[in-house]
């Protein structure tokens, strides 16, 4: 089957120069050179802005953070976490996000999930993930798993890849919604190139939650590919980020939107307390990252359909709205592993593909108003009233 669509605008991701009256081929899913063949479906999207789907490089399925107390919402028998899902998904393909890299769920759920999404009982976005976070006993991010030394970080890893885990995640540092320090190390060395001597071993790479400090330092000089959150990344941090050739993944929603921490943990005096000096530093470190000109993608961290919020908080931060927009789309996709498949629209990508009414480079609050999704070539049909 072959479709056209025909943009008022298209920006493709790579970088160049948006085209005016351009139009996109589509066959059996995936970008093609064309010519279409004159039967071919056409989609008229003159009027709109098309541009290649989002990508989430930061996301959860399970968790909602404005009910508060994440780690205990992962923590739910596994049919509570299941209840939360359709709704994020929805809300993750309603603004656009085409792509979720998952970044831990317990019980195997994002395996059930991802699976149900390609058989076709389930709407949502394409799937990357990471399985269980492996986690210290100690540290930020324990829900119902836990590995200690090298030996059990060895299991761990080797079970999640058996599993179906596209990259391995390790917790690295404390974190803001836990009682552990958000520069501490969570971790030993041995333990964090365990990791990534298992997932290089598998072809694949680890993520690491870290926010600064010697927990950061010690995953970027283990190995880890990227590196998640890193709102107290001081220049040493940012030295050896760039050092080693990590990546950055800003998650700024979870921070900034009031409906976040900010909201789900409001009744918690230490969380805030930890959320309030997260955000007086972060726009430091944030500006130390870009001015490093060090690879950088963006991700919610379970703020379902914030992908807009999270461009638009990258330029308010100091990035330019291009550079926003592509960490959020071939940026993410490369951060990622998957650059191969999609996050431009260039012949031989899948087709996921969104338009947007208004021009996000020239206003970043265009992105807000997303008027067209499609999957893999599939077209979603959307529905603003529930958003």
């Given at each position: 089957?072959?479709?056209?669509?025909r943009?008022?605008?298209?920006?493709?991701?790579?970088?160049?120069?948006?085209v005016?009256?351009?139009?996109?081929?589509?066959?059996?899913?995936?970008?093609?050179?064309?010519?279409?063949?004159p039967e071919?479906?056409?989609?008229?999207?003159?009027?709109?802005?098309?541009?290649?789907?989002?990508?989430?490089?930061h996301?959860?399925?399970?968790?909602?953070?404005?009910?508060?107390?994440?780690?205990?919402?992962?923590?739910?028998?596994?049919?509570r976490?299941?209840?939360r899902?359709p709704?994020?998904?929805?809300?993750d393909?309603?603004?656009?996000?085409?792509?979720?890299r998952?970044?831990?769920?317990?019980d195997?759920?994002?395996?059930?999930?991802?699976?149900?999404?390609?058989?076709?009982?389930l709407?949502?976005?394409?799937?990357?993930?990471?399985?269980?976070g492996?986690?210290?006993?100690?540290?930020?991010?324990?829900a119902?798993?836990?590995?200690?030394?090298?030996?059990?970080?060895?299991?761990?890893?080797?079970?999640n890849?058996?599993?179906?885990?596209?990259?391995?995640?390790?917790?690295?540092?404390g974190?803001?919604?836990?009682?552990t320090?958000?520069?501490?190390?969570?971790?030993?060395?041995?333990?964090?190139?365990t990791a990534?001597?298992?997932?290089?071993r598998?072809?694949?790479?680890v993520?690491?939650?870290?926010?600064?400090?010697?927990?950061?330092?010690?995953?970027?000089?283990?190995g880890?590919r990227?590196?998640?959150?890193?709102?107290?990344?001081?220049?040493?941090?940012?030295?050896?980020?760039?050092?080693?050739g990590?990546w950055?993944?800003?998650t700024?929603?979870?921070l900034?939107?009031?409906?976040?921490?900010e909201?789900?943990?409001?009744?918690?005096p230490?969380?805030l307390?930890?959320l309030?000096?997260?955000?007086?530093?972060a726009?430091?470190s944030?500006?130390?990252?870009?001015?490093?000109?060090?690879?950088?993608?963006?991700?919610?961290?379970?703020?379902?359909?914030?992908?807009?919020?999270?461009?638009?908080?990258?330029?308010?931060?100091?990035?330019?709205?291009?550079?926003?927009?592509?960490?959020?789309?071939?940026?993410?996709?490369?951060?990622?592993?998957?650059?191969?498949?999609?996050?431009?629209?260039?012949?031989?990508k899948r087709?996921d593909?969104?338009?947007?009414?208004?021009?996000?480079?020239?206003d970043?609050?265009?992105?807000?108003n997303?008027v067209?999704?499609?999957k893999?070539?599939?077209?979603?049909?959307?529905?603003?009233?529930?958003?």
């Amino acid at each position: 089957m072959t479709t056209v669509i025909r943009c008022g605008q298209l920006f493709t991701g790579t970088g160049a120069e948006t085209v005016e009256n351009a139009e996109i081929v589509v066959t059996n899913g995936t970008i093609s050179n064309g010519p279409a063949p004159p039967e071919a479906e056409v989609i008229d999207l003159s009027q709109y802005c098309v541009m290649p789907g989002l990508i989430d490089a930061h996301t959860h399925l399970s968790i909602i953070p404005s009910r508060g107390d994440q780690l205990g919402q992962l923590r739910q028998p596994p049919g509570r976490q299941a209840l939360r899902v359709p709704d994020n998904l929805r809300r993750d393909l309603e603004a656009g996000t085409t792509t979720l890299r998952i970044m831990g769920e317990e019980d195997w759920l994002d395996v059930y999930t991802r699976q149900a999404i390609q058989e076709g009982g389930l709407n949502g976005p394409h799937l990357i993930i990471a399985t269980r976070g492996l986690a210290a006993s100690n540290g930020h991010g324990r829900a119902k798993t836990a590995f200690d030394g090298v030996d059990e970080i060895r299991r761990g890893a080797r079970e999640n890849l058996a599993q179906g885990a596209d990259f391995l995640k390790i917790f690295a540092t404390g974190g803001v919604a836990s009682g552990t320090g958000l520069g501490s190390a969570m971790y030993s060395f041995e333990e964090m190139r365990t990791a990534v001597e298992e997932a290089e071993r598998k072809g694949t790479y680890v993520a690491a939650h870290a926010h600064g400090g010697p927990g950061l330092q010690m995953a970027a000089r283990a190995g880890v590919r990227t590196i998640e959150h890193a709102a107290l990344a001081s220049e040493e941090d940012v030295e050896i980020m760039v050092e080693r050739g990590a990546w950055v993944i800003g998650t700024f929603s979870i921070l900034l939107h009031p409906e976040g921490i900010e909201r789900g943990d409001a009744a918690n005096p230490q969380i805030l307390e930890k959320l309030k000096a997260a955000r007086e530093t972060a726009a430091e470190s944030i500006r130390r990252i870009f001015e490093a000109k060090l690879p950088f993608a963006l991700g919610t961290d379970s703020m379902h359909g914030c992908m807009p919020y999270e461009v638009q908080s990258a330029v308010r931060l100091g990035l330019s709205p291009q550079d926003a927009l592509l960490a959020a789309t071939s940026r993410s996709a490369e951060a990622v592993g998957i650059e191969c498949e999609t996050g431009t629209i260039e012949p031989g990508k899948r087709a996921d593909i969104i338009a947007v009414a208004g021009n996000p480079l020239a206003d970043p609050a265009a992105l807000d108003n997303v008027v067209f999704v499609m999957k893999g070539g599939v077209r979603y049909e959307l529905h603003p009233a529930l958003r």
